[in-house]
């Protein structure tokens, strides 16, 4: 495969402390969907492109479908979806912003 004048986003790329978060991270965080950390750049990538694709204003599907193929083994997955689903339901994201 070649990269060769192709647009490469990482997790890195899209926050960081110093930056500032990217609502992903903040969202994931929130929501305990992290706890070893190995798979928590491809969860947030995945809402990343998710909110891309969508305009971010992702259905409730949209925020299962942009998950299939990433695999964590710590959390059973309920906290990812619930920072996944927050975004497609608003209340729930001024909770967990604390607005």
Not at 13 to 30: D, Q, V, W
Not at 44 to 54: E, F, I, K, P, S
Not at 65 to 81: E, H, K, Q, V
């Amino acid at each position: 495969a070649s990269l060769n004048s192709a647009k490469v986003t990482t997790v890195e790329g899209i926050g960081s402390e110093r930056k500032g978060f990217h609502p992903a991270m903040e969202r994931l965080a929130n929501c305990n969907g992290s706890q070893c950390g190995y798979c928590s750049p491809g969860m947030v990538m995945a809402m990343y492109g998710m909110l891309q694709r969508t305009g971010e204003k992702p259905t409730l599907d949209d925020t299962e479908d942009a998950f299939s193929g990433n695999i964590c083994r710590c959390t059973g997955y309920r906290p990812i979806l619930e920072a996944a689903h927050s975004f497609a339901n608003e209340e729930k994201a001024r909770l967990l912003e604390g607005k």
